[in-house]
């Protein structure tokens, strides 16, 4: 099997530093959608009566994602892929390589075009999504191994604990999920969480699975106009708000409670999945300390009991 | 990979004042016909703006067989529509689509129709207007009820007067005015001047808050059930093709499953 000791990572990156940008995200505070749906794009110009589109960035690399942003990765370029492609994302996805690097046990690439996972002390096997990616390696053979018999050590994940686990349980049965929002829409929990909310939207910048945005034009003193693609947040006041200032989602209640109903009941019956993949990134960062998990659990149990087989 | 988001620029062909807070906009059509020979379906809406100003979602109102020029009435009412009512005859905008599903046009055939509008809601139903003339025969009895707050805010007057020859016209507005015969406000007794079979009828609307209140004075009690009403509904558009979310409707993007539902999938619709 393909593999690379964990001290060669460092110069395989120095390496393609040579011919590619590369990101690690790592260290990073904003999830990797950032690099392929920026948080401010200028998307269009338009100078004496033409429009210019963007043009694509130069080739780069995006290192270091984790097994929950390689899953929210591979389904966030189903949903701009379908049913129409979105010009703007795959202008920035097609010029670069993912590569992730993972503890989890996996049995197939779980998204990205690379991925590195650790088997033991020393090594991480290789897993690429074609030939192409495996011709591509080729090119920096030196930084890796071809090893028969290797050790494998599981390994335990440090960003997996207690909340991780029951949170990807939970998300195993998106069905129920999906059932258990719908039912929730007049229950209590949505005025409660109305409350404590403070209607920032930082859970949906920090998560790797909201994608939605809005377009700002602007116009310089030059006479030059451009057209700017932003991120937007369903919990902002002006999300659903049309010209004349009617808000078809006025209270902060139905607001908080779309986020929801996007992600585990819209979301599901659009790509038999909830859209989200458990990394904790919104109430690990919620000024007002919501938990999406004991929210979820609150629901699920009381949609169980509202159950007629329970209640027989 | 085709840019979905670029505009096309077209010219302004004429623009004419029908009320004072609404403007009519004939604009050049670079779009191509479909193999039934038309530009759009009626129904359908395009997104027109300009680069620093923002694009906004309108139904044309022209005839989808008119392959020259589409026409639009755009109601001042934010950044997008003051700067497209300052422009004139020979400017230029910008526009992208046809959008959405639009009024579901073989379904209706061979039946009787009652369509239902007001003040600025009529542009999709001018158009579907335009279609059921085109294709008369396959129509049985039509009803237009167009409702406004004044008589001066009634659109299309025109035209309204061309299709008195082709179907049923019933003007209403909503207060008492010293200059209007007419009936005022959508109230039960205009059912009385309804003629349909209710069994084989559809109805069509589009416009703003009182139409649910004829939806329950009118429709309902005609006997039209919710499943052949088909409503155009209006949410905040931005990407027009299913990605950015802001025209979400439960379970539903007004966009690409819209903007024409049928009352029943929107009666019990979260949002």
């Known amino acids: ?312 | 990979m085709r840019n979905l988001y670029l505009p096309k620029i077209v010219k302004i062909k004429a623009v004419e004042e029908q009320s004072p807070t609404v403007k009519l906009f004939r604009l050049e059509n670079k779009f191509p016909k479909d193999k039934n020979g038309m530009v759009f379906i009626p129904g359908q809406f395009f997104l027109i703006g300009e680069m620093g100003y923002g694009e906004a979602p309108f139904g044309a109102l022209s005839s989808p067989y008119e392959k020259k020029y589409l026409e639009f009435a755009i109601r001042k009412a934010g950044n997008v529509t003051n700067y497209l009512h300052s422009l004139q005859a020979g400017d230029t905008l910008e526009i992208r689509g046809p959008y959405g599903n639009g009024f579901p046009i073989d379904f209706m055939k061979e039946k009787d129709v009652v369509l239902v509008t007001g003040g600025c809601g009529i542009p999709p139903i001018a158009s579907l207007i335009e279609y059921i003339i085109v294709h008369r025969e396959h129509f049985g009895n039509v009803y237009l009820l167009y409702g406004a707050k004044t008589p001066d805010e009634l659109l299309l007057k025109d035209r309204i007067e061309r299709w008195k020859k082709s179907i049923n016209v019933i003007l209403t507005i909503d207060k008492p005015a010293f200059n209007w015969q007419g009936p005022v406000g959508f109230v039960s007794d205009l059912i009385k001047e309804i003629k349909i079979n209710e069994l084989d009828a559809v109805a069509a609307m589009c416009g703003p808050g009182p139409m649910m209140d004829a939806l329950e004075k009118i429709l309902k009690p005609l006997g039209i059930s919710d499943r052949r009403i088909f409503v155009n509904m209006e949410r905040k558009m931005q990407c027009g093709i299913g990605k950015c979310q802001h025209c979400t409707c439960g379970k539903n993007y007004v966009c690409l499953n819209g903007p024409v539902f049928t009352y029943d999938e929107i009666e019990n619709a979260h949002d």
């Open chain 1, 1 to 312: 099997m393909l593999c690379i000791k964990e001290s060669e990572i460092n110069n395989f990156l120095e390496k393609l530093k040579e011919n590619y940008e590369v990101f690690d995200v790592r260290n990073d505070l904003l999830p990797f959608k950032q690099y392929f749906l920026p948080p401010e794009e200028k998307i269009f110009e338009k100078k004496k009566n033409k429009i210019k589109a963007a043009l694509k960035p130069a080739p780069f690399v995006l290192f270091g994602l984790s097994f929950y942003d390689l899953e929210a990765l591979n389904q966030l370029d189903e949903i701009m892929e379908k049913p129409v492609e979105d010009y703007f994302y795959f202008q920035r996805r097609n010029q670069s390589i993912v590569i992730g690097l993972i503890e989890e046990d996996i049995d197939s690439l779980p998204g990205g075009e690379i991925v590195f996972q650790k088997i033991n002390n020393d090594y991480y096997r290789v897993w690429f999504k074609s030939k192409k990616e495996q011709q591509w390696l080729k090119k920096y053979r030196k930084f890796f191994e071809e090893i028969k018999n290797l050790k494998i050590t599981p390994q335990k994940s440090q960003k997996i604990d207690d909340w991780h686990v029951e949170m990807r349980q939970l998300l195993l049965d998106p069905e129920k999920l999906a059932k258990a929002v719908e039912w929730s829409e007049n229950h209590p929990i949505w005025d409660e969480l109305a409350k404590t909310c403070l209607g920032c939207g930082i859970c949906t910048y920090l998560c790797p699975l909201c994608y939605c945005f809005s377009w700002e034009d602007k116009k310089t003193i030059e006479g030059e106009s451009y057209r700017v693609r932003k991120w937007a947040a369903c919990t902002l006041n002006d999300f659903a708000m049309v010209a004349g200032g009617h808000n078809f989602r006025k209270e902060l209640k139905k607001r908080y409670y779309n986020w929801f109903y996007h992600k585990f009941v819209r979301g599901y019956y659009e790509w038999g999945k909830s859209l989200c993949v458990g990394c904790g990134r919104c109430h690990q960062n919620c000024p007002a300390q919501i938990d999406i998990l004991k929210v979820l659990k609150t629901i699920l149990s009381d949609y169980e009991k509202s159950l007629p087989a329970k209640n027989s």
